[in-house]
């Protein structure tokens, strides 16, 4: 049945796509650490001590905003995280927090969308050359913002309900027993770990930039400089006291299931993209539909069920560069679409993934809670695209 | 700038060895050497040593048929830094191998022993002599090791002799002479190491002969370094709290089921590995798939909260990550010495400089203490030709004996080491002092006991 050609060349494409995987998922462990340490040092009390408001609206529109510009300089993933550790600060309250929750994985995916190191998928294709830097943030900007906005405009009508307030006792990280025992003492050193944490977090694409390596190796150097820095920062503390404010115990703390999880969804996906059905897929929409816009349209929707890199990477081999040249409508369009329709599941996208592990979003909330406020921006953003293209347009 | 790569990694593993006087974690120092040591690696200048090689000319290669017309718009400094990604995110998905399969290999065990599982072993084994367990540990790791993996065997007996060994400092010679037993009893079956494996895939050697010449080297490598400890080990197995027993006993009442289901996965591994041709961590992620699903559902009358104790995911929570990380650290490190040639320059100056090729598979093995075995063979495989050193020849065989025992020596240069000192919290500097010796004086007695009988076992080059 299998001839040794056919076992030897599954056995390179499964060696190929671990090597994808394990690039995310070192990513992941490395920006969770991060996180994590920063927190234990309340690194983000800084932050969240300067937010005062106590109007759940307003409260919104600040983190949605904060979240889209975020996004834009680091990985959706990254933002997401950062940002679920901030408002689990800020809002108590855990029916509102996940509102929030599903905004910012709305932000973070629409903020990712318009830059060219925001998003993996919109970072394939500038890295192929399909799109320059100028002008798909030229282009993709407006769209981006109302794909955001749409949605935050109709919570700031219907959102109910308050912050609400922790007890006398914070304990912030509920499950996690060691967590509660130190977060009330002050520990020096917080705002050496945030600049350092946030400064590992957006030295990471600069690294990129430098020396051409994959991002997880950035992330990797940034975790070895925070480790050591929170190994020396206090030297009056003896072992047992000093543990859960290194880096070996920031990671105890992070979350490993959803890092196998992740392994698990990428592996099976892989083995589709490998057995080319995706492919094959895609070739039946272009043969079924013919307009590219709507095939686009559909691709982005359709990424809120598989994974966007294996969907931009099939599209990329779909569409000719001679014949759909650098900055052409198809590759704008599909860098918005790939970008933001991930959102409309909770499953779709990276930050969507990450926010149900940290947050335990069910699944089904988000889908009646969150999707249609997501297909409305999700929309709104694509029309928007549609009408300024012509204006914008390379020839 | 190989000279800085090398200067890196060696003050990287000054550091790792140093882990306690500096009072900076190891973890921290590896992933620091084996970024920077890429990082210097694709900011260099191309160097000759690296565009001379082989692989840099398979790479071109498939360059261009890949790129077609675009290829010859590249600049010899693009083609440079794509080539160091390519090997690098070829070390990677090897690397990432590895450390999934530590990763789920550690997580069933934990599991097991959630469960309680392994008091089924540890209550049939009634000695309380230090000596007679030390030799019935030993000898079951060797065969074992024989049939299963290094990593597995010393993750299995590692967890045994935890129950088995309520005193620390004793049960840190047995976690010693574990990597040791371990070692010895892979390098003598094609599929008990994987250094062997690659001898035996590659036709270097042939089954029915390698287990005949190896197996007596094996045996003493293992039995000098246990006859020793029989004359010096002092101490007690010490007692075994009452407490541990008790508190557990009225709450899941699965150990056995978990025992058999665990061991099974982990048997189950090579079996599917030689159905279906898929790499062993597969295997290993699909036994903690299903003992995840059973952990589940095993214990319905428990609620959430306790039964997360019982669970994978709480197995998880109890594995150690950061020696996950100190793995993925030093693999990439070694990783940029190997891309960079460095490994393979100093195997062909070896060749050059001492000639006794029975010198150098010695010296390969000793070698093999400091770095992974597996790219020390990969290079000597292409260092020495088949036509000339024909299917088990000395060389081979050799090779196999001391690229497979020579890692005992410290506690960093073997899988079954690193796993220990993961799960034991073996200290570099402890193994140092009370082992490395002991594996020294076991290997050097292999060594010389395989180049005494070899003659008498050799096989004669094919009749052309």
Not at chain 2, 13 to 27: F, Q, R
Not at chain 2, 87 to 112: D, N, P
Not at chain 2, 344 to 362: K, M, N, P, Y
Request: aromatic residues 10%; proline residues 4%.
């Amino acid at each position: 049945m299998f001839t040794q050609d056919s076992i030897d060349h599954i056995g390179e494409q499964l060696n190929h796509h671990l090597g994808q995987i394990s690039a995310i998922l070192f990513f992941l462990m490395g920006a969770m650490t991060i996180v994590e340490l920063v927190d234990a040092y309340q690194g983000f009390k800084i932050i969240t001590d300067r937010i005062n408001t106590r109007n759940p609206k307003k409260l919104l529109w600040i983190i949605c905003t904060v979240t889209f510009f975020l996004s834009a300089i680091l990985d959706n993933l990254t933002t997401s995280i950062v940002m679920i550790s901030l408002i689990r600060k800020l809002v108590p309250n855990k029916d509102m927090r996940l509102f929030f929750a599903g905004m910012i994985v709305i932000a973070a995916n629409a903020g990712g969308a318009w830059s060219p190191i925001g998003d993996v998928t919109t970072t394939m294709l500038w890295i192929g050359g399909q799109i320059s830097s100028g002008n798909i943030m030229l282009t993709l900007f407006l769209p981006s913002v109302i794909c955001m906005v749409i949605p935050l405009i109709y919570l700031q009508f219907t959102l109910k309900g308050e912050l609400g307030s922790y007890d006398t006792e914070p304990k912030i990280n509920q499950g996690n027993g060691d967590h509660g025992a130190y977060s009330n003492q002050p520990v020096k050193g917080s705002t050496t770990m945030l600049i350092l944490g946030v400064g590992g977090l957006v030295s990471v694409p600069v690294f990129k930039t430098i020396t051409h390596l994959p991002p997880y190796l950035g992330m990797l150097l940034a975790l070895g400089v925070l480790w050591v820095v929170s190994e020396l920062i206090n030297p009056d503390m003896d072992e047992s006291e000093k543990r859960p404010y290194t880096a070996a115990g920031a990671l105890t703390r992070i979350d490993v299931p959803s890092v196998l999880f992740f392994l698990g969804i990428l592996l099976a996906v892989s083995a589709l993209e490998s057995m080319e059905i995706l492919h094959h897929f895609s070739i039946w929409l272009d043969e079924s539909i013919g307009d590219q816009r709507i095939i686009i349209t559909l691709i982005g929707i359709l990424s809120s069920i598989v994974d966007n890199v294996p969907l931009v990477a099939a599209s990329m081999g779909m569409y000719d560069m001679s014949v759909y040249y650098q900055d052409h409508l198809v590759w704008e369009y599909l860098a918005y679409c790939a970008g933001t329709g991930g959102s409309i599941l909770i499953i779709g996208s990276a930050a969507g993934v990450a926010v149900m592990g940290m947050e335990k979003i069910d699944f089904i909330w988000y889908v009646k809670r969150i999707s249609l406020l997501a297909i409305l921006g999700y929309f709104a953003g694509g029309i928007v695209y549609l009408i300024i293209q012509p204006y914008l347009a390379v020839h | 700038m190989e000279t800085l790569v090398i200067i890196v990694f060696v003050i990287g593993y000054i550091a790792i060895a140093l882990e306690h006087p500096i009072k900076i974690n190891k973890t921290a120092s590896a992933l620091l050497a084996g970024v920077i040591c890429w990082t210097l690696f694709v900011l260099s200048e191309p160097s000759a040593a690296v565009t001379d090689s082989a692989s840099y000319g398979s790479f071109l290669e498939i360059l261009k048929v890949e790129l077609g017309d675009k290829f010859n718009a590249l600049s010899s400094g693009e083609l440079y830094r794509e080539f160091v990604t390519t090997e690098l995110s070829h070390h990677l998905s090897s690397i990432a191998q590895i450390l999934f399969f530590l990763m789920g290999a550690m997580t069933i065990v934990e599991l097991v022993d959630a469960h309680h599982g392994f008091r089924f072993i540890t209550d049939r084994i009634k000695t309380k002599n230090p000596k007679t367990l030390l030799w019935i540990i030993c000898w079951v790791s060797f065969f074992l090791s024989a049939v299963l993996d290094n990593l597995t065997t010393t993750i299995v007996m590692l967890s045994l002799v935890r129950k088995l060994i309520p005193d620390k400092e004793m049960r840190l010679f047995f976690a010693g002479m574990i990597v040791i037993a371990a070692n010895a009893g892979g390098a003598w079956t094609p599929i008990g190491d994987v250094t062997t494996t690659m001898l035996w895939i590659g036709g270097q050697i042939s089954t029915g002969n390698i287990m005949v010449t190896l197996f007596l080297p094996s045996v003493a490598c293992m039995l000098i370094p246990l006859i020793y400890l029989n004359f010096t080990l002092k101490g007690t197995l010490g007692d075994t709290t009452e407490n541990d027993n008790k508190s557990h006993d009225n709450v899941v009442r699965s150990g056995n089921l978990m025992l058999i289901l665990g061991v099974g996965a982990l048997v189950f591994v090579p079996i599917f590995k030689t159905l279906t041709h898929m790499p062993p961590y597969t295997g290993i992620l699909l036994g903690l798939g299903f003992l995840w699903v059973v952990s589940e559902l095993i214990n319905p009358e428990l609620d959430e909260a306790v039964k997360k104790n019982y669970t994978v995911a709480g197995a998880l929570a109890r594995i150690d990550v950061p020696s996950v990380l100190f793995f993925l650290g030093i693999l990439l490190a070694v990783g940029a010495l190997e891309s960079m040639q460095v490994l393979h320059h100093l195997a062909s100056w070896l060749d050059h400089a001492i000639g006794d090729q029975r010198i150098i598979v010695t010296l390969i093995g000793l070698l093999s203490a400091i770095v992974d075995n597996v790219p020390l063979v990969a290079a000597s495989m292409g260092m020495y030709n088949m036509d000339v050193y024909y299917q088990d020849h000395m060389v081979w065989e050799y090779l196999a004996y001391c690229a497979g025992t020579g890692g005992s020596i410290l506690i960093i240069g073997s899988a079954a080491g690193v796993a220990a000192m993961g799960i034991e919290k073996i200290d570099f500097i402890w193994y140092l002092k009370k082992i490395s010796l002991l594996a020294l004086l076991g290997y050097s007695a292999g060594a010389i006991i395989y180049l005494i009988i070899q003659p008498y076992l050799a096989v004669h080059p094919p009749v052309h």
